[in-house]
Nanobody, 125 residues
């Protein structure tokens, strides 16, 4: 069983920044990926980005490329989502998720098995 807990959400104005954190614990696999998804009211949940266990490989949705960055700490227990140049349309509940992978180069946008409870990020205009 793998557990994920998000934190760092809040309210930001204009083109501000937020950094979200996802703490991973439990019985993790040899290789795995951790992703961020988001869901706005009335919308389906969408992929934001993901990072491999080593931190070497990442994958981003086109809507956030150049604005959002995913990274992880050296202990590989916390994954960060740095969100810059935020827009009102980035307002959503942000979830982190975990998926076992066979190689470190595979950083998928779907098929994640374990999920956190989510953290709200609100961007006002």
């Amino acid at each position: 069983q793998v557990h994920l807990v998000e934190s760092g959400g809040g309210l930001v104005q204009g083109v501000g920044s937020l950094r979200l954190s996802c703490t991973v614990s439990g019985r993790t696999d040899i290789t795995y990926a951790v992703a961020w998804f988001r869901q706005a009211p009335g919308n389906e949940r969408e992929f934001v980005g993901a990072i491999s266990m080593s931190g070497t490989n990442t994958n981003y949705a086109d809507s956030v490329k150049g604005r959002f960055t995913i990274s992880r700490d050296n202990a590989k227990t916390t994954i960060y989502l740095q969100m810059n140049s935020l827009k009102p349309e980035d307002t959503a509940i942000y979830y982190c998720a975990y998926k076992r992978t066979l190689t470190d180069t595979y950083v998928p946008a779907s098929g994640y098995a374990y999920w956190g409870q989510g953290t709200q990020a609100t961007v006002s205009s």
